[in-house]
C-alpha cells in the first residue's frame, strides 16, 4: 500500500478516542470512587461468613468505570483501523484484469516531455508493464522506421499509437472498454485543458530566465539519451535556444507573467476539484492521471516548487504521487 497523505485517519483517531472518553467519562460519573469507598475497601476486614463476596461484589462495582474505559479505547482504535482500511481500498490501484494486459508495451519517448510523462502516469497507475527507448531528439535514429516523427509513440503487441491522449484512449478501449464508456463529461473537458491550456504554460516557466533554462536542461541531458559530447553541447545551446523560444510562447499563448499564469493553472485546477480528494472523486480518473504526469517533469525544478509553495495544488500532488507508486517500467537486464 502506498502512503497515504491525507490528514483523513488521524482526524478519525482523535475524533473516535475523544468519543470514547466522553463515554468514559459518562460511564465513571455514574460510579464515583470517594476516599471514603476506597478507605473502606482498602482497610476494612471480613467479620461475617460473606464479608468475601461483599468484598468481590464492591471491587467488581469499583473497577466497572475502567472497564468501561477499557472497552471504549479498544472501540475507539478498531474504528481506527476501520477508517484506515477504507482509505487505504480507496487509494488502492486499479489494475486491468490480468487476462487484459498486453504481452508486450514499448514507449518511445523523451524523459522530460509532458506529453510522454502523461502516458507513463496511466501505465504506472493501471500497473502496466513497459519497455522505454529514450529517442535522441537531435538524431531521432531511434524512431526512423516510424512515418509519424513525434513522441509519444506506444507500440503495443505489434500496433503503434500515436499521440498522448489517442494512446491512452485507443489503449483503455483494448484493456477497460467499460471504464472507456463510463468517462463523463467533466472528465473529458479537463483532459481537454490540460492538452489545450495546461502543457502550454510550462515550457515560459521552465525556461523562464537563464538559471531555470539551464536547470531544465541539466535534467533534460542527465535522463536523455545523448553522448557525452551532446550532453555539453545541448545543455548550453539547447538552454540558450529554449530561453529565445520561451519568450515567443509566451507572446503566442498572451502570457505577460510566466509564473503567475502557473499558480492560475494550479488554482484553477484545485478549484475543478471542489473539495474532492480527485477529481474521479475518491479515485483519480483519467484527467487526474493527465494533469499530475504533466506536472510530474517539473515539480521538483524551480518552477515546479514555486508551484507548490505559492498554490493549494501540494496535497493533491501528494495524493497522487501516493496512489500512482512506483513506475511499472521495466528496467534493463545487464
Known amino acids: 500500500m502506498r502512503r497515504a497523505s491525507?490528514?483523513?485517519?488521524?482526524?478519525?483517531?482523535?475524533?473516535?478516542?475523544?468519543?470514547?472518553s466522553s463515554r468514559s467519562a459518562a460511564?465513571?460519573?455514574?460510579?464515583?470512587?470517594?476516599?471514603?469507598?476506597?478507605?473502606s475497601a482498602l482497610y476494612r476486614t471480613s467479620t461475617t461468613t460473606g464479608g468475601s463476596n461483599n468484598h468481590r461484589r464492591f471491587f467488581s462495582s469499583f473497577l466497572r468505570p475502567y472497564t468501561a474505559a477499557s472497552v471504549g479505547v479498544a472501540g475507539a482504535l478498531i474504528t481506527s483501523l476501520a477508517a484506515t482500511s477504507v482509505y487505504q481500498e480507496a487509494l488502492?490501484?486499479?489494475?486491468?484484469?490480468?487476462?487484459?494486459?498486453?504481452?508486450?508495451?514499448?514507449?518511445?519517448?523523451?524523459?522530460?516531455?509532458p506529453f510522454c510523462n502523461k502516458v507513463k502516469a496511466y501505465l504506472d497507475y493501471y500497473d502496466i508493464p513497459y519497455k522505454v527507448v529514450e529517442v535522441n531528439p537531435l538524431s531521432k535514429k531511434e524512431i526512423k522506421w516510424s512515418e509519424y516523427q513525434k513522441v509519444p509513440i506506444l507500440v503495443v503487441d505489434g500496433d503503434q499509437l500515436n499521440?498522448?491522449?489517442?494512446?491512452?484512449?485507443?489503449?483503455?478501449?483494448k484493456i477497460m472498454p467499460k471504464k472507456k464508456a463510463d468517462e463523463n463529461v467533466e472528465e473529458t473537458k479537463w483532459r481537454q485543458w490540460v492538452d489545450n491550456h495546461l502543457v502550454h504554460v510550462l515550457s515560459p516557466n521552465i525556461y523562464r530566465n537563464a538559471t531555470e533554462a539551464l536547470e531544465s536542461f541539466d535534467y533534460i541531458t542527465s535522463n536523455g539519451n545523448f553522448s557525452y559530447t551532446e550532453k555539453?553541447?545541448?545543455?548550453?545551446?539547447?538552454?540558450?535556444?529554449?530561453?529565445?523560444?520561451?519568450?515567443?510562447?509566451?507572446k503566442k499563448y498572451n502570457i505577460t507573467d510566466e509564473r503567475a499564469s502557473l499558480y492560475e493553472a494550479a488554482e484553477t485546477w484545485v478549484d475543478a476539484l471542489n473539495g474532492r480528494?480527485?477529481?474521479?472523486?475518491?479515485?483519480?480518473?483519467?484527467?487526474?492521471?493527465?494533469?499530475?504526469?504533466?506536472l510530474r517533469p517539473i515539480r521538483y525544478l524551480r518552477a515546479g516548487k514555486d508551484m507548490v509553495e505559492h498554490t493549494r495544488i501540494g496535497d493533491w500532488f501528494t495524493r497522487m504521487e501516493s496512489v500512482v507508486g512506483e513506475s511499472s517500467r521495466i528496467k534493463p537486464q545487464g
Open 6 to 20: 491525507s490528514n483523513l485517519v488521524p482526524s478519525l483517531l482523535s475524533r473516535t478516542i475523544a468519543a470514547a
Open 27 to 39: 460511564a465513571s460519573s455514574s460510579f464515583p470512587a470517594s476516599n471514603h469507598f476506597l478507605q
Open 92 to 113: 488502492a490501484k486499479e489494475p486491468p484484469p490480468a487476462e487484459a494486459l498486453p504481452n508486450d508495451v514499448v514507449l518511445y519517448q523523451y524523459e522530460a516531455c
Open 163 to 173: 499521440d498522448s491522449s489517442a494512446i491512452i484512449d485507443k489503449l483503455g478501449q
Open 232 to 250: 555539453f553541447s545541448v545543455k548550453y545551446a539547447g538552454a540558450a535556444a529554449m530561453y529565445f523560444v520561451s519568450k515567443k510562447l509566451k
Open 277 to 294: 480528494e480527485f477529481l474521479g472523486g475518491s479515485k483519480p480518473n483519467l484527467a487526474d492521471l493527465a494533469v499530475f504526469g504533466v
